[in-house]
């Protein structure tokens, strides 16, 4: 029985990877890659980013806000089961596979919408700065995808291990009844 995998599904698994890895380096190596640090040329675009949301810029920084880089080891977590859900589903080809990818993609989902609530109820205090334009262009689409994508990838991901689960139900009950 081979793994039921979707290729749109392992290429945004295998994409985000050195994204994220990206990422999560900057918030860890802060101060020294934020602008005016030696490391910063490695992050160069997010000078702007750390502008426009706050979590990456220095009034986090400062005031020693946990939040940026406790989400950030959520991503290491994160990384190390989408590698590990791909190794599992094309190259040792275990069906069960797919029980990592929707565990990863549920939490990549309730993380997301974790940093969207964090901003709702503290009155936009990381984000409210900004013109309308930036905040569209620069925050709500490039972090509305990591809602948009995960949600897509647990309904896909969720109908397949319900599938299966159907079918393992049945075969069992059938073979009861014999
Ligand atoms: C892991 O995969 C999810 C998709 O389920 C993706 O949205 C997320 O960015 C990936 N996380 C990391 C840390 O690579
Ligand atoms: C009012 C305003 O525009 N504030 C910030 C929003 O984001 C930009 C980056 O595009 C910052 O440079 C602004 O200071």
């Not at 392992?10 to 030696?38: E, H, K, N, Q």
């Not at 994160?78 to 990863?104: D, K, Q, R």
């Not at 900004?130 to 948009?148: A, C, E, M, R, Y």
Request: net charge neutral.
């Amino acid at each position: 029985m081979a793994v039921k995998t979707h290729n749109w599904i392992s290429l945004w698994f295998l994409l985000t990877v050195p994204v994220i890895a990206w990422d999560v380096g900057y918030c860890f190596m802060r101060p020294r890659s934020m602008v005016g640090g030696d490391l910063h040329w490695i992050w160069k675009p997010y000078a702007l980013y750390q502008n426009v949301d706050y979590v990456y810029g220095l009034p986090s920084f400062n005031s020693g806000d946990g939040f940026t880089n406790a989400q950030s080891m959520l991503n290491v977590v994160e990384t190390l089961l989408n590698i590990t859900y791909l190794y599992l589903a094309h190259i040792s080809e275990w069906p069960p596979a797919t029980l990592v990818g929707f565990a990863s993609a549920v939490m990549t989902l309730s993380k997301t919408i974790l940093y969207w609530a964090q901003e709702y109820f503290c009155g936009y205090c990381a984000i409210g700065h900004n013109s309308t334009q930036d905040l569209i262009f620069l925050w709500i689409i490039p972090n509305g995808l990591w809602i948009v994508v995960p949600t897509v990838i647990v309904a896909t991901l969720g109908k397949d291990l319900v599938q299966s689960l159907h079918v393992a139900s049945k075969s069992s009950s059938s073979k009861k009844n014999k």
